[in-house]
């Protein structure tokens, strides 16, 4: 009996070791992604923001790139490589009308055959008034021209096409002022019957909203739902704090009209404090996320700056908080646009963090079962640490990858660049590149071409031969505590290869976590 209750006893310690290890090697680290691929163009002129917008659809990345002076804006389209190759350049998107469109790839979205472009520096309707561009693809796999959307003739507006959306045939356009000018003003157009035109079909603009509350200047639609972020709203007459708001309208299946289903507020307003409620708004089925900048003036310190996103999750007709999270807090104040991905349980958020000197980053984060997110792991500028830049200015994840735009990237001989990220891909060898890449140009070899670099085919103390040492080996090792079993039964666990599962294993995998 005593014998037994020693090796309860033994085991009880290990498993409060492996608690530990769990909670320590659970913290936020480098690792958990690889990037792919880094795009730019050289024909583009240094002064165009490359990578203002970015949008993951199918196999396709696309990267916007806002015009300057002498230059118009475009959308560029990446095809997907086959193993071994890079994103390759398949066409550059432009307006089919003339004249100068500086802000056409201020943002865009896509769905299925439709891509949506905001132009919001257009002129057609009124000087600054913007415009959105439709495009179809052709058998070909070529964007054509479809439509071009201006505002709704009823509301004066400024720049209509800051924000897009498409989704099921409709598309959502956000008209906001930057600070000060007309209301903000969210329109809706529906894809008529045959296909061929898209119809006004609503527009938001309530009653309480200001002329710098921002309304518009975010927005998203899946299905039946459409929010509608107003960074700009402050709790009360005079307040100078931009506590910011989100609307979510909802269509009526009964009538076909949008009503609205709840104006989110933040959870907390606290004085002589930013907030921006609203920054940036991402739908994906019943799960919302919104983003929000808390910034905060301290005298001969410039300002401070906390980053968060709100989850909410909408069961039986409610929307149900889920909680934050914050990027960082006590991060010195950039220029945080506040913009958000999301897919199922992952989502992304941009993020000043500080590492030396300061330098946009990225927060993976996750959600468990138990409905909580939490940050996961964060990715920061690829090769260039002490960075002050625009890395995570925009963001778009889809089927697991991630594309990050930088508009302000200095470490290209053209300004601004896209990276292309697979958030939980393969990256054996921790170097941040994934081992597709690494083989591909030769930093690594496969010599029984399985995808996996030779240098990962044996790694110490990973039990399960996953390639990484991590919790699920631990669990093993401690499964399989003691005297292995008579051969020829096997006996994973014993990493020292002694007969016995032991300290000497716990302490070989600890050493080689990771």
Same mark, same amino acid.
């Given at each position: 009996?005593? #014998?037994?209750?020693?090796?309860?006893?033994?085991?009880?310690?290990?498993?409060?070791?492996?608690?530990?290890?769990?909670?320590? @090697?659970?913290?936020?680290?480098?690792?958990?992604?690889?990037?792919?691929?880094?795009?730019?163009?050289?024909?583009?002129?240094?002064?165009?923001? =490359?990578?203002?917008?970015?949008?993951?659809?199918?196999?396709?990345?696309?990267?916007?790139?806002?015009?300057?002076?002498? #230059?118009?804006?475009?959308?560029?389209?990446?095809?997907?490589?086959?193993?071994?190759?890079?994103?390759?350049?398949?066409?550059?998107?432009?307006?089919?009308?003339?004249?100068?469109?500086?802000?056409?790839?201020?943002?865009?979205?896509?769905?299925?055959?439709?891509?949506? +472009?905001?132009?919001?520096?257009?002129?057609?309707?009124?000087?600054?008034?913007?415009?959105?561009?439709? *495009?179809?693809?052709?058998?070909?796999?070529?964007?054509?021209?479809?439509?071009?959307?201006?505002?709704?003739?009823?509301?004066?507006?400024?720049?209509?096409?800051?924000?897009?959306?498409?989704?099921?045939?409709?598309?959502?356009? %956000?008209?906001?002022?930057?600070?000060?000018?007309?209301?903000?003003?969210?329109?809706? *157009? &529906?894809?008529?019957?045959?296909?061929?035109?898209?119809?006004?079909?609503?527009?938001?603009?309530?009653?309480?909203?200001?002329?710098?509350?921002?309304?518009?200047?975010?927005?998203?639609?899946?299905?039946?739902?459409?929010?509608?972020?107003?960074?700009?709203?402050?709790?009360?007459?005079?307040?100078?704090?931009?506590?910011?708001?989100?609307?979510?309208?909802?269509?009526?299946?009964?009538?076909?009209?949008?009503?609205?289903? &709840?104006?989110?507020?933040?959870?907390?307003?606290?004085?002589?404090?930013?907030? %921006? @409620?609203?920054?940036?708004?991402?739908?994906?089925?019943?799960?919302?996320?919104?983003?929000?900048?808390?910034?905060?003036?301290?005298?001969?310190?410039?300002?401070?700056?906390?980053?968060?996103?709100?989850?909410?999750?909408?069961?039986?007709?409610?929307?149900?908080?889920?909680?934050?999270?914050?990027?960082?807090? $006590?991060?010195? @104040?950039?220029?945080? #646009?506040?913009?958000?991905?999301?897919?199922?349980?992952?989502?992304?958020?941009?993020?000043?963090?500080?590492?030396?000197?300061?330098? $946009?980053?990225?927060?993976?984060? &996750?959600?468990?079962?138990?409905?909580?997110?939490?940050?996961?792991?964060? =990715?920061?500028?690829?090769?260039?640490?002490?960075?002050?830049?625009?890395?995570?200015?925009?963001?778009?994840?889809?089927?697991?990858?991630?594309?990050?735009?930088?508009?302000?990237?200095?470490?290209?001989? +053209?300004?601004?660049?896209?990276?292309?990220?697979? +958030?939980?891909?393969?990256?054996?060898?921790?170097?941040?590149?994934?081992?597709?890449?690494?083989?591909?140009?030769?930093?690594?070899?496969?010599?029984?071409?399985?995808?996996?670099?030779?240098?990962?085919?044996?790694?110490?103390?990973?039990? $399960?031969?996953?390639?990484?040492?991590?919790?699920?080996?631990?669990?093993?090792?401690?499964?399989?505590?003691?005297?292995?079993?008579?051969?020829?039964?096997?006996?994973?666990?014993?990493?020292?290869?002694?007969?016995?599962?032991?300290?000497?294993?716990?302490?070989?995998?600890?050493?080689?976590?990771?």
């Amino acid at each position: 009996m005593r #014998s037994l209750n020693a090796g309860w006893q033994l085991r009880t310690f290990v498993l409060l070791i492996a608690a530990a290890l769990l909670e320590v @090697f659970s913290l936020p680290t480098a690792s958990g992604q690889c990037l792919e691929d880094t795009l730019t163009h050289a024909d583009i002129a240094n002064n165009g923001l =490359i990578g203002f917008s970015v949008l993951m659809h199918e196999d396709h990345a696309y990267m916007g790139v806002m015009g300057a002076a002498d #230059s118009f804006g475009a959308v560029y389209q990446y095809q997907a490589p086959v193993e071994g190759e890079d994103w390759t350049l398949t066409q550059r998107i432009v307006p089919a009308d003339a004249g100068q469109h500086l802000g056409f790839g201020w943002d865009m979205d896509a769905d299925g055959e439709w891509l949506v +472009v905001g132009d919001a520096t257009d002129s057609d309707r009124s000087t600054g008034a913007g415009a959105a561009y439709v *495009f179809r693809r052709d058998a070909t796999g070529t964007w054509i021209q479809h439509a071009k959307l201006l505002p709704f003739a009823e509301v004066p507006v400024r720049y209509f096409g800051r924000s897009v959306a498409i989704d099921d045939g409709r598309i959502v356009v %956000g008209a906001s002022a930057l600070w000060q000018g007309p209301r903000g003003v969210a329109h809706v *157009f &529906k894809l008529n019957a045959d296909r061929t035109a898209w119809e006004a079909e609503a527009f938001f603009q309530p009653n309480e909203v200001k002329d710098e509350d921002m309304f518009g200047a975010e927005v998203a639609i899946d299905g039946d739902c459409i929010v509608v972020g107003a960074m700009g709203t402050t709790s009360q007459p005079g307040d100078l704090n931009w506590h910011g708001a989100v609307y979510a309208y909802r269509l009526n299946p009964d009538t076909d009209t949008w009503g609205l289903e &709840k104006r989110f507020l933040p959870p907390l307003l606290i004085p002589q404090q930013d907030l %921006g @409620f609203g920054a940036s708004v991402v739908l994906d089925g019943d799960r919302l996320v919104v983003a929000a900048v808390k910034e905060i003036a301290q005298p001969g310190f410039g300002h401070k700056s906390t980053l968060y996103f709100y989850a909410y999750d909408r069961r039986l007709r409610q929307w149900i908080s889920e909680g934050s999270v914050s990027a960082l807090r $006590n991060s010195t @104040f950039i220029h945080p #646009s506040g913009w958000v991905a999301l897919e199922g349980d992952t989502a992304v958020m941009q993020a000043t963090f500080p590492y030396g000197n300061t330098f $946009n980053a990225a927060w993976i984060c &996750k959600r468990d079962d138990r409905g909580v997110w939490q940050r996961h792991h964060f =990715i920061e500028k690829p090769g260039y640490p002490y960075y002050i830049g625009k890395f995570g200015w925009s963001i778009s994840l889809r089927d697991g990858r991630l594309m990050i735009g930088d508009w302000d990237d200095d470490t290209q001989v +053209v300004r601004g660049a896209a990276f292309i990220y697979q +958030v939980d891909g393969p990256d054996c060898n921790q170097n941040h590149r994934c081992d597709s890449v690494d083989i591909s140009i030769g930093i690594s070899h496969d010599t029984d071409g399985d995808s996996i670099p030779d240098e990962c085919l044996f790694v110490v103390g990973d039990i $399960n031969g996953d390639s990484s040492v991590n919790a699920i080996d631990l669990l093993l090792l401690i499964d399989g505590w003691g005297p292995c079993p008579a051969l020829p039964a096997d006996c994973p666990a014993d990493v020292t290869n002694d007969g016995v599962v032991n300290v000497d294993d716990l302490l070989l995998v600890i050493n080689h976590w990771g």
